[in-house]
C-alpha cells in the first residue's frame, strides 16, 4: 500500500494556507516540483476557492466558515516513481484544541494515524510567545517583600489588605483567574498532541515527523536556521523531540506558503509581480527553494 501522511497542527498554524499553496504549485507547473498530483480525495470546488484566494492574496477562508473538510492529495515522485498521500483532517484544526482540552479526537483521525507512515505538524512561526521562562518570569515579579500584606498581631478576616501607601487594595485583584484547559500554551499543547501519540489510543511506533514552522517570511531576517527557532523559541517542544527521538524521526522546515504577510500592502505589490510559486520559499535541512512538495518528497522516500 502507498504511504499515508497525516498533517496536523493548532488552529491557525498555517495549513490552510499549505493547502492552497501546494494545490496551486503542483497544478500550475510554473516551477520545478519534486511530487506530482496523482489524485485527489475530497472537494475540489474548495480546493480551487483556497487557491484561487491564495494566488489573489486574499485570506484562505477559515474552515469553522465553511465545515469541516477532509481532503487526501495522492502523489507521484517524479524521481522515483513512489507514491504517497496526504490527509488534511479537519482544517479548521479545532479539533487538535478539542483534543487537549477535552482530551477526544475524531475517529477519521485515529483511523488515519494508525495507518500513517509519516506527519506533517505546522507551527507558526508569527505566533506571539506564550511561554516565558522562570528567569524571565522572576524579573517582572515585585519584590518578594512588596508582596506581603503588613504582619497584624491579630489579623482579621474583614479587612482588605493594605499597601505601604495606605490605599486600601482592590480585593478582587488578588484574586487569580481559575486555570481551565483553555489557558494551556502553544507549546503545551503540541507537546501534548504529540505525546498523545505515543500512547492509547494511538498505536506506539517510531513515527517520522516534518516540523514545518510557517510563516517563515516573517522571521526570515533573523538568519536563524529553523531547527535553531525551534530550539530558541519553542524549547519544550524541541526538548521533547530530542528527548523521544526513539519516537520521532524529525525533520524541521521553515515554510512561507504566502511569501508575505496580507497587510503589508507594499510586500504584496512587489509579491504581485512574481509569478505565484515565486512567492513560496522553503528552507529545509539540506537546501532550499520554491518546491513545497520536498517534505513529502523526504516522507516517501524513508518508506
Ligand atoms: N506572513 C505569513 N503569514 C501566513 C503564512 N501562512 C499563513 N499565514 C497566516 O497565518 C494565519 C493562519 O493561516 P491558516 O492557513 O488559515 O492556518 P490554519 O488555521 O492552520 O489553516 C492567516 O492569517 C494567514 O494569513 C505565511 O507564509 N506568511
Ligand atoms: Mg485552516
Keep these: ?33 519534486r511530487l506530482k498530483l496523482d489524485r485527489y480525495e475530497g472537494d475540489l470546488k474548495y480546493l480551487n476557492s483556497i487557491a484561487e484566494a491564495w494566488r489573489t492574496f486574499k485570506k484562505v477562508p477559515r474552515t469553522s466558515q465553511v465545515g469541516d473538510i477532509d481532503v487526501a492529495i495522492h502523489f507521484v515522485d517524479s524521481q522515483t516513481g513512489s507514491k504517497g498521500r496526504a490527509f488534511f483532517p479537519d482544517l479548521a484544526g479545532e479539533a487538535f484544541d478539542v483534543q487537549v482540552e477535552s482530551r477526544r479526537c475524531r475517529q477519521v483521525f485515529r483511523k488515519n494515524v494508525d495507518a500513517d507512515d509519516g506527519i506533517l505538524l505546522f507551527i507558526s512561526a508569527n505566533a506571539n510567545q506564550d511561554g516565558l521562562s522562570i528567569v524571565e518570569l522572576n524579573s517582572m515579579m515585585p519584590p518578594e517583600d512588596s508582596e506581603r500584606p503588613p504582619v497584624a498581631a491579630e489579623p482579621s ?26 489557558k494551556v500554551p502553544v507549546q503545551v499543547r503540541i507537546v501534548q498532541i504529540l505525546s498523545d501519540l505515543l500512547r492509547s489510543p494511538f498505536a506506539p511506533r517510531k513515527r517520522q ?11 526570515a531576517s533573523t ?7 525551534l530550539a530558541a523559541n519553542m524549547p519544550l517542544v524541541d526538548q521533547f523531540l530530542q528527548t523521544n527521538d526513539d519516537s520521532f524521526s524529525a525533520q524541521i522546515y521553515g515554510v512561507s506558503a504566502q511569501g508575505v504577510s496580507l497587510d503589508n500592502s507594499e510586500a504584496v505589490d512587489r509579491a ?32
Design 223 to 229: 538568519m536563524q536556521t529553523p531547527s535553531g527557532w
Design 157 to 182: 478576616a474583614t479587612m482588605p489588605p493594605v499597601s505601604e501607601s495606605g490605599d486600601e487594595r482592590d480585593p478582587s485583584a488578588s484574586v487569580q483567574a481559575e486555570w481551565e484547559p483553555k
Design 272 to 303: 504581485a509581480k512574481l509569478p505565484p510559486s515565486h512567492r513560496i520559499s522553503i528552507i529545509g535541512p539540506s537546501r532550499s527553494g520554491h518546491d513545497i512538495t520536498e517534505p513529502l518528497a523526504w516522507l516517501i522516500s524513508t518508506k
Design 1 to 33: 500500500m502507498n504511504p499515508n501522511f497525516v498533517i496536523i497542527g493548532l488552529p491557525a498554524s498555517g495549513k490552510t494556507t499549505f493547502l492552497a499553496a501546494l494545490w496551486h504549485l503542483i497544478e500550475a507547473d510554473e516551477t520545478d516540483c
Design 209 to 219: 515527523l516534518v516540523v514545518i514552522l510557517s510563516a517563515w517570511d516573517v522571521v
